[in-house]
């Protein structure tokens, strides 16, 4: 028995040692995280908040990961955000930025920061308003006023007319998807602010509903003027217009309606443009839409859409045919450094045949355009996000609004219609500064958009060949390409090694070879002399005198072949003589011509009417002849067998 409680008290003595070298243990490390953290340099103000933005905007920011504003936020957010809370203090942008720079929280932060400090300052008055009431029932004995109660916004009886502040338009409904999403993550933590996207292909009454309320609408233009003709929304509030990718907007046929919503938002205070390239076109059309015609507007110009995208790897396969492409492409998706990919396809057609090819190989991939349906597409965007989908086969639709930080190859399968549009392509991967890889893959045909992609972006294409898989044909180098421009002159074969040195026109406009280089020496018109020398007539029309040196009586088209038919006309267009040819000494139209010439000897017929010796239909009687075609061929029954069809019109009814 003492045996057996002084091993328990041995057990108890180790069991406090042992929790107190715990303790001393976790106090140790407390105290030298204390220290670390005295000994660590206070950090500075955020970067975001230095920028005069809200402090939930700023939490906002952090949570998402954004530590330091990007060049184009860091210049473009002080401007938009003015100088005062009246329409003097805010000034008119249009910024240019490259994709992926960060142009979206550009012009959200500030627009946002302002639609806070407007809620606050409703609320503040609201709040003031309600103490004063509160302040004057208590002076007459009375009870203090009950507040208002806040309806249910999503009760369609409740339903009212939205009176945004903002509006930010957006050419495609990816796009605005895109921003209406990245509205919704800053003002998280943003107390009474509502962000509402209105795009097409969604139900109606299920944006009527996201409407109320709403401060800030995000919408594509043809789904904001139904809602607004429906008197769902009102634009004559907006205080702020911001128009995503501008170039964009204008050139998917979009001008008139936004010249529309620019009169409905007539009394804004600011206007917005952004986008990764503003061509002259652009320029002048965005003029209309800003305040004084455009006289005040502030240009921001970041990087421009001719910058090289050091982050992105550009790389040109060229291909024989479209079995050769589709070739390079299946070797490169078995790419294991691929993690997402986007493969640009030029039509809706492409897009699907490749999609369902990919499918068929193995590849996780689906096809994103704009004939599908757009509960579909969202759900497929929404898999690319999720990483369900490995390969997404897309149209230009895509190319602007798609931000998956995941992509690391983008593949031009088919190139783009414009110049401009290879960049917003290549633009969804390397974002925010990532790395990335854009691979384009391009037939003989394509050479000319190669060209312009080039001029545009005022860069060279590195071209590069897979061992095994190299193209047959020869296709332009980089200083051929440059020669393209050059003058005219011998221009060798269409794709072979030929005499005539490819595609660089080099020599002069004459002594040009055939279409196969050098292989034509004699040819078309023998040795021939350059344009307008002496050349030798002896080829193609004999010896022919000049045009000028010769008269009336004009040889024929071979030299003296034919003496006859063309050969002595003269130059008086009537009384003509009888001339030979085709016709011997054929007489004028209409008079008494031989027949001998076409048909030999054959006898000449008497001219007959087209029905035989039958009678006009007003001479003849119940019984007529039936001659037919030829006379008198058919004289049995008539068709069917019937023999009373002899009879006259009249008697058969």
């Known amino acids: 028995m003492n045996d057996f409680l002084n091993e328990q008290g041995q057990q108890a003595a180790a069991d406090v040692s ?16 204390t220290a670390a953290a005295a000994e660590e340099v206070p950090a500075g103000p955020n ?4 920028l005069g933005l809200a402090p939930e905007l700023v939490r906002a920011v952090t949570d998402m990961g954004y530590t330091q504003p990007t060049p184009v936020q860091a210049q473009a957010i002080p401007l938009a955000m003015g100088e005062g809370a009246d329409a003097d203090g805010y000034i008119d942008l249009m910024v240019s930025s490259q994709t992926g720079s960060g142009k979206t929280a550009a012009f959200l932060l500030p627009v946002l920061n302002t639609l806070i400090q407007q809620k606050a300052e409703e609320e503040a008055e609201a709040k003031a308003e309600y103490d004063r009431l509160v302040a004057e029932a208590a002076a007459r004995g009375e009870p203090a006023p009950k507040r208002n109660k806040r309806k249910d916004p999503t009760n369609p009886r409740n339903f009212k007319a939205a009176v945004p502040g903002a509006l930010i338009l957006c050419p495609t409904r990816e796009l605005a998807q895109q921003v209406a999403h990245d509205a919704i993550e800053l003002v998280k933590h ?4 509502r962000i509402a996207n209105v795009v097409g292909g969604m139900p109606y009454q299920v944006q009527i509903a996201k409407l109320q309320n709403a401060n800030l609408v995000v919408a594509t233009p043809g789904r904001l003027l139904d ?12 205080q702020f217009l911001v128009v995503d990718e501008a170039d964009r907007m204008l050139d ?12 409905m938002t007539a009394q804004r205070k600011q206007t917005m443009m952004f986008s990764a390239t503003f061509a002259p076109r652009v320029q002048q059309l965005a003029m209309r839409v800003m305040h004084d015609g455009g006289s005040n507007v502030k240009k921001v110009t970041i990087s421009t859409a001719q910058e090289k995208h050091t982050n992105i790897k550009q790389v040109l396969f060229w291909a024989d045919n479209a079995q050769h492409k589709r ?30 090819d990919l499918q068929e190989a193995g590849f996780s991939a689906a096809a994103l355009h704009g004939a599908l349906s757009q509960g579909l597409r969202n759900r497929r965007l929404m898999a690319l996000r999720n990483g369900q989908i490995q390969v997404l086969v897309a149209t230009d639709v895509a190319a602007r609004g798609i931000d998956v930080p995941t992509i690391t190859h983008v593949f031009n399968y088919g190139l783009p219609m414009k110049a401009e549009d290879y960049t917003h392509r290549i633009g969804r991967t390397g974002r925010a500064g990532r790395e990335g890889v854009a691979v384009t893959f391009a037939e003989f045909r394509d050479r000319r958009r190669v060209f312009d992609i080039e001029g545009y972006t005022r860069q060279q294409f590195k071209a590069e060949a897979i061992p ?39 020599q002069g406009f004459g002594d040009r070879g055939g279409f196969g280089g050098g292989r034509r020496e004699g040819g078309f018109g023998g040795d021939r002399p350059r344009f307008g020398g002496d050349r030798d007539r002896g080829g193609f029309g004999g010896d022919r005198p000049r045009f000028e040196d010769r008269g009336g009586d004009r040889g024929g088209f071979g030299g003296q072949r034919r003496e006859g038919g063309f050969a002595d006309r003269k130059p008086a ?53 039936r001659g037919g075609f030829g006379g008198g061929r058919r004289e049995g029954k008539s068709f069917g067998g019937r023999d009373d069809r002899r009879k006259s019109f009249q008697h058969d009814r």
């Open 190 to 193: 943003c107390r009474g602010l």
């Open 468 to 506: 095994g898989m190299e193209p047959q044909q020869r296709f332009p180098a980089a200083g051929e390409r440059d020669g393209r421009r050059g003058g005219g002159g011998g221009r060798g074969g269409f794709g072979g090694r030929r005499d005539g040195e490819g595609y660089g026109r080099k």
């Open 227 to 238: 809602l607004q003709r429906s008197m769902q929304i009102k634009l004559d509030k907006v």
């Open 47 to 50: 970067p975001f908040e230095a």
């Open 327 to 356: 070739k390079l492409l299946d070797h490169w998706l078995r790419d294991e450094s691929i993690n997402q990919a986007i493969v640009f396809a030029s039509t809706q057609v492409e897009c699907d045949g490749l999609a369902t």
């Open 573 to 625: 267009f009537g009384d003509r003589p009888e001339r030979g040819g085709f016709g011997g000494d054929r007489p004028r139209f209409g008079g008494e011509r031989e027949r001998g010439n076409f048909g030999g000897d054959r006898p000449q017929r008497e001219p007959r009417s087209f029905g035989g010796d039958r009678p006009r239909f007003e001479d003849r009687g119940g019984d007529r002849d």
């Open 252 to 263: 998917l046929g979009f001008a008139d309606d936004l010249a529309e919503v620019n009169q």
């Open 18 to 33: 042992l929790d107190a070298t715990l303790d001393t243990m976790l106090a140790e490390m407390d105290a030298e995280d």
